[in-house]
Each structure stands twice: as C-alpha cells, then as structure tokens.
C-alpha cells in the first residue's frame, strides 16, 4: 500500500502542474485584465465587461502574439507602464508563470490586486462559511440518506419504498437555489413566517453571547442554507445505499448466513453493512469537498453569506489574478489529495482491498 500511496502522490505534481499551466495561459487571452478593469473604474465606466458588452471601446486579449501585456488604449503611458509593473505584466507571459509556480510552491500566494489582503488572509476570512455549509450538508445527508436506504432495501417494492422514492426523487428535482428561494418566502420573512435570519453566517451580537447562545445563533443563521445546500444529495445518496444492500442481500454469503439460523438483523448489519456501505462510506472526503467548492455560489449569494464561491466568482470578475490562481493552485491540490484519502478509506472499511495488487 505504501507503494502506491507514494506513486499517486508523484502523480500529483505533474496533475496539478497541467492544472495550472492551462489555466493560466487561457486566462491570459481573454478579454478585460485587471489593468482593464482599474481603468475602467479610473474613467467612471463601472466594469471593463459593459463596454464590451455594450460594444463601446474594444478590449481584445490581455497579451499581444509575443506574450506581452497590451494595456488599455487613451491613458498616459507613464500610468499605464506604472501599472504594468505594480502588476507585474512588464515581464514576459513565460516568466511570470515561472515565478508565479516557484511562490506557489513555497505557498506564497501574494496578494489580491483589489482587497488589498494576501490570499491567504481572504481564504481564512471566508472558510468557515464554506466549511459549515460542506461539512452539516455532507453529514446530514449521510445520517438521513444510509438509515433511509437500509429502510427502503430492506422492504423494497413496498409502499414505504415507492413513496419516499418518489419524495426524494422530487426533492432531487428541485434546484438548490429554487429551494432556498421558497425557504427564505417561507420562513425568512419572504411572505409568511420570520423565524430564521435572512443574511449572515452569525448575529451582529454574537461575541456578547453566551457559549451556549453562539451555538445556537450559528445554528439558527445556518439552518435554511444548510438544508438549501443538502437537499439535492438526498436521492443519490438514497438510491446508492439502497442498491449496495439488494446487490449484497442476494450474495452467496447472505443466504449461507441465514441458512446458519442468523437472525435477520444480524445478517443485515453484521455481514452485509460492510461490504454495501463499502462505497458509501469511503466516497465521504469526495462527497464532502463536492459539497465544499460545488454549488455554493448562488446559496451564498442567495443567503448573502461571504463564502469561498462568492470569493472565487468575484475575483473572477475583477481578474484578480493572485487571488484566481491562489485558490485554484490551494483547491486543486486539496482535490487530487483528498482523491487518496478516498482510496485510503476503502482500505479503512474493508482491508481486503489491496490497490497494489490490482495495479500489477
């Protein structure tokens, strides 16, 4: 197993090296720089992407053929060499890749050209909204959707099986962001009931509060974004679990089992929970970082919740490069070696697996 722990993790360089190298050159090339974007707000224009929409001056790509930076054209060239080289664009595309990665691999990340904080700062700022919408809605989906799936495995073609199949199909149906609009009409003050705060990760007073009363304000803020978030991890999850017990229920061992006069509950959990909830359980760090980075942006916004998806689509905007990059180089990393961590769980919840084995 060591063997092949250590050849994932020499996989990993290259991956995220190839991650990084095409991103950055496509960024490159495409339209509205922070250069742009500085002076646009300098001429009163609001976002360099309205005159591009609006089909006002034209930006083209942020680098000539020979890799230079292009600045926008009108301005004083004294301003606009000052700000290439604030930014960094007086050097050659190659060259600023290359240090861009050498920081990156010391985990100097910068800092953001419009917050005026490091990467890093920003990314703490902003984690525990993301880490308290990935980690309740991973959990809570977990505690409902495996005790549902044994339940609806177990009297399967039942009307109990049929009915919560097609509640969790229709809630599976249901954008995230539509369920969380009709949470907030309901019962954030949209049109009928005020009982849940409508914006913000805690209360303005939490730091006056009791240790007791800061669990359950955060608990109170979070509540509609968390369901909001989860609702759609219902069904898979469900129907995963389901299927991983029929499939084992009708193994040669399950029936030997019972034919040794095992009682039902026995053979149910102490022979065939192992071996179905195999993939469930050992998919939970893939599940969780799913959950993490995927659809946060529009609970966040919804919410007004100041997460890594509002930061990562902001910056994005604004071409905030060190930000961008930063991120991208952090989570990209994080991805590849949680995808070992998955495969370390299999192992966890079932020894019998040897990677190693299967590679040769």
Do not use: C
């Not at 469900?238 to 299927?243: G, S």
């Amino acid at each position: 197993m060591g063997a092949y722990i250590l050849r994932r993790l020499a996989l990993v360089i290259p991956t995220l090296l190839g991650i990084m190298v095409i991103n950055f050159f496509l960024v490159q090339f495409t339209p509205g720089g922070p250069i742009e974007q500085i002076i646009a707000q300098i001429e009163g224009q609001g976002d360099v992407f309205e005159s591009v929409a609006g089909g006002g001056s034209e930006v083209a790509s942020n680098v000539d053929v020979r890799g230079n930076y292009i600045g926008a054209e009108g301005i004083p060239p004294e301003l606009l060499a000052e700000l290439e080289k604030e930014f960094g664009f007086d050097k050659p595309i190659g060259e600023r890749f290359l240090i861009m990665m050498w920081n990156y691999i010391r985990f100097d990340f910068g800092e953001s050209y419009f917050y005026s904080k490091t990467v890093i700062e920003l990314i703490v700022e902003r984690m525990p909204v993301s880490i308290s919408l990935g980690l309740w809605s991973t959990l809570i989906a977990y505690m409902i959707s495996i005790p549902l799936g044994i339940r609806k495995a177990v009297l399967n073609g039942s009307r109990f099986d049929n009915w919560t199949s097609a509640l969790i199909i229709a809630g599976y149906a249901i954008p995230g962001f539509l369920f969380a609009i009709l949470l907030i009409v309901l019962f954030a003050g949209g049109s009928y009931f005020q009982i849940f705060p409508l914006r913000g990760l805690v209360s303005a007073n939490f730091d006056e509060l009791s240790l007791w009363g800061k669990v359950v304000d955060y608990f109170w803020h979070m509540a509609l974004p968390i369901i909001a978030s989860s609702i759609g991890s219902f069904a898979t999850l469900t129907l995963l679990t389901k299927n991983s017990f029929l499939d084992e229920i009708q193994k040669q061992y399950v029936i030997t089992a019972r034919a040794k006069g095992l009682d039902e509950r026995s053979v149910l959990y102490k022979h065939v929970f192992r071996n179905a909830m195999l993939i469930v359980i050992a998919g939970f760090p893939a599940v969780f970082i799913s959950v993490f980075f995927a659809g946060s942006l529009i609970i966040e916004t919804i919410f007004s919740l100041d997460g890594l998806g509002r930061l990562g689509f902001e910056a994005a905007l604004q071409r905030d490069y060190p930000l961008m990059f930063g991120t991208l180089y952090i989570f990209g990393l994080l991805g590849l070696v949680v995808g070992i961590l998955s495969d370390l769980m299999y192992v966890f919840v079932d020894p019998r697996i040897d990677f190693e084995r299967r590679e040769g």
